[in-house]
């Protein structure tokens, strides 16, 4: 019987840590809004677990949601998923002046989606029911 542990055991264990870290980037392991982007968040981050998010709320059309820019508008049809909402809607776009037409990111967020739940009457609208505590936090 062997007693060392084998090198080719360990680069096999390497990669499954690795196959198992990596998905966390994509979309479908996503269960909060990041907070990122705020330097000092005030709340627990929004609960947001994407895919099954969508897949409740009827949502294929990644546009609603990832809109991006034709002319300075905003244009559902020339989507932008993979660009963070960030890179349009600066947390203060007075400090920016590329940004400083667009609307500011937390009211960005607060307005698609409360603003959908409002118009469908579903999905949660108050403080506490989105900002609340996660196990990823
Ligand atoms: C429908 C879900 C939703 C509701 C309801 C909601 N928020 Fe948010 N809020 C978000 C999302 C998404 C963000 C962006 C990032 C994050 O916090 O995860 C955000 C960002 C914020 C931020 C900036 C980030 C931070 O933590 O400082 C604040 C402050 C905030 N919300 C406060 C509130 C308050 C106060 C209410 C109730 C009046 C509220 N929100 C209701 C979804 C929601
Ligand atoms: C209800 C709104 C909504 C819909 C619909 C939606 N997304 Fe997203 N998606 C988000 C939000 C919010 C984020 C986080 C953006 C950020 O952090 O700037 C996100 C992030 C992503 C990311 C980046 C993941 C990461 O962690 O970096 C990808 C890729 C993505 N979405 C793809 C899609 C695709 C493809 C579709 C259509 C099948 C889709 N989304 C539909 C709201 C939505
Ligand atoms: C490629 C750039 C781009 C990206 C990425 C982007 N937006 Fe926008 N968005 C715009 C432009 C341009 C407008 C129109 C100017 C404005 O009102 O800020 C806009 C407008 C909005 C508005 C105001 C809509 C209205 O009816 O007044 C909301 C809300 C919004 N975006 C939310 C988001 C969210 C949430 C994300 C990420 C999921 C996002 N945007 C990603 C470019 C972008
Ligand atoms: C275009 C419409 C639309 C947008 C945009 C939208 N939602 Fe929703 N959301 C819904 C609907 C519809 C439901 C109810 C789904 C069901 O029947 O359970 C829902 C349910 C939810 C729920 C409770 C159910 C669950 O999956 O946990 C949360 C939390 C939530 N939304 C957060 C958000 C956040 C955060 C955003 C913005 C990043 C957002 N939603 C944007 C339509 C939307």
Known sequence: MRRTT???????????VLAWVLPAF?????????????????RPAARFEHD???????????GVCHHGETDGKMDPDN???G?????????NPAADPKLRDKTPLRRAYH?????????TGKGPLTCGQCHAPTAQE
């Open 6 to 16: 084998s090198p080719l055991l360990l680069v096999v264990l390497g990669l499954a």
């Open 26 to 42: 994509s979309q479908s392991d996503m269960v909060v809004v990041s907070r990122d982007p705020f330097p000092a968040p005030q």
């Open 52 to 62: 099954v998010h969508n897949e409740k709320a009827g949502l294929d059309n990644c």
């Open 79 to 81: 989507s932008s998923e």
């Open 83 to 91: 660009t963070p909402c960030v890179d349009c809607h600066a947390v």
């Open 111 to 119: 307005l698609q989606c409360q603003g959908c739940h409002e118009n």
